[in-house]
């Protein structure tokens, strides 16, 4: 049986990482973008220098409490790919890949240049090898120029384009959390699909997995049923209600076993990702419900 916990801070992380002694082998950094939005806890429209200068401290203080080979995926926003390089560089990080997350809504045009159609994701570890690397294979759909079927599937590359992101509308279906009148909870919720991707490549059971700007929750939930330990910080009070409300009672849409086909010929996925069975186990131990 595997034994997880997961641990739901509220308040700011750079505190938390302050005074924590935990040892972090896996980060998702996902936070605010300073691009003007209306959050209850958080000014988004930081100076750039402030903004900045705080992601480099939070980089820092992270990379202090990281294993050796431990990794870091920094989400941001394509304009800002210069700034997160830089930010994770200068502050103890080693390049490993920078993903493309392509997106599968209409690109947003502009009027003097191409249309913007993706995010970018920086993968950088502590220390120039990985501890930890799991090269999944997946199976997409065969281009047009492609006659035949993969017997194994293919190794994923940097450039995602297979993961839908949660749209503003209801293309998105029921994963986004909504309030009573269909409004979304937080703009900002990342698909359950992008970090079962993230976690599944870079961690194996057991393993400890951060994230700095918790939001709604999904890589703690992500951790969870893939049997990792997790702690998540978060400063908003209401998130943190949302967050503990889905950790406790999964709901059928934050579950992740409908992704497990798409890794089906990944070497050892029993080993990376545990059976059903042995999760249900894990999930029972822990109080776990799922509705």
Same mark, same amino acid.
């Given at each position: 049986?595997?034994?997880?916990?997961?641990?739901?801070?509220?308040?700011?992380?750079?505190?938390?990482?302050?005074?924590?002694?935990?040892?972090?082998?896996?980060?998702?950094?996902?936070?605010?973008?300073?691009?003007?939005?209306?959050?209850?806890?958080?000014?988004?429209?930081?100076?750039?220098?402030?903004?900045?200068?705080?992601?480099?401290?939070?980089?820092?203080?992270?990379?202090?409490?990281?294993?050796?080979?431990?990794?870091?995926?920094?989400?941001?926003?394509?304009?800002?790919?210069?700034?997160?390089?830089?930010?994770?560089?200068?502050?103890?990080?080693?390049?490993?890949?920078?993903?493309?997350?392509?997106?599968? =809504?209409?690109?947003?045009? &502009?009027?003097? %240049?191409? +249309?913007?159609?993706?995010?970018?994701?920086?993968?950088? @570890?502590?220390? #120039?090898?990985?501890?930890?690397?799991?090269?999944?294979?997946?199976?997409?759909?065969?281009?047009?120029?492609?006659?035949?079927?993969?017997?194994?599937?293919?190794?994923?590359?940097?450039?995602?384009?297979?993961?839908?992101?949660?749209t503003s509308g209801y293309f998105a279906g029921d994963e986004p959390f909504r309030s009573p009148d269909?409004?979304?909870?937080?703009?900002?919720?990342?698909?359950?699909?992008?970090? =079962?991707?993230?976690?599944? &490549?870079?961690? %194996?059971? +057991?393993?400890?997995?951060?994230?700095?700007?918790?939001? @709604?929750?999904? #890589?703690?939930?992500?951790?969870?049923?893939?049997?990792?330990?997790?702690?998540?910080?978060?400063?908003?009070?209401?998130?943190?209600?949302?967050?503990?409300?889905?950790?406790?009672?999964?709901?059928?849409?934050?579950?992740?076993?409908?992704?497990?086909?798409?890794?089906?010929?990944?070497?050892?996925?029993?080993?990376?990702?545990?059976?059903?069975?042995?999760?249900?186990?894990?999930?029972?131990?822990?109080?776990?419900?799922?509705?």
């Amino acid at each position: 049986m595997y034994k997880t916990s997961c641990d739901i801070i509220e308040g700011n992380c750079e505190d938390y990482l302050n005074e924590s002694s935990d040892l972090i082998d896996l980060t998702f950094l996902d936070p605010p973008f300073n691009q003007g939005k209306d959050y209850r806890n958080h000014n988004d429209s930081m100076l750039s220098s402030d903004y900045w200068g705080m992601m480099k401290r939070v980089c820092r203080l992270i990379y202090d409490h990281t294993s050796q080979g431990g990794a870091i995926y920094f989400m941001q926003r394509e304009k800002n790919t210069s700034y997160v390089l830089d930010t994770l560089s200068s502050t103890g990080w080693t390049f490993q890949n920078l993903i493309i997350w392509k997106k599968k =809504t209409s690109a947003v045009p &502009s009027n003097y %240049k191409f +249309g913007k159609h993706y995010q970018i994701i920086a993968f950088f @570890t502590k220390g #120039t090898a990985p501890r930890v690397f799991n090269k999944l294979r997946i199976d997409p759909p065969l281009l047009a120029n492609q006659k035949y079927n993969r017997i194994t599937g293919m190794f994923v590359t940097d450039v995602w384009d297979d993961i839908r992101e949660l749209t503003s509308g209801y293309f998105a279906g029921d994963e986004p959390f909504r309030s009573p009148d269909g409004q979304r909870m937080h703009k900002q919720q990342s698909p359950l699909q992008l970090l =079962t991707r993230i976690i599944l &490549s870079s961690s %194996k059971v +057991g393993d400890l997995i951060f994230d700095p700007f918790a939001g @709604t929750g999904t #890589t703690l939930v992500v951790s969870k049923q893939l049997c990792r330990r997790c702690i998540g910080v978060e400063i908003d009070s209401i998130n943190i209600s949302l967050i503990k409300r889905r950790i406790s009672n999964l709901r059928k849409s934050d579950t992740i076993e409908r992704f497990r086909n798409d890794y089906i010929n990944s070497k050892d996925l029993d080993t990376i990702w545990p059976s059903q069975n042995s999760r249900v186990k894990s999930l029972d131990a822990f109080g776990i419900k799922t509705i």
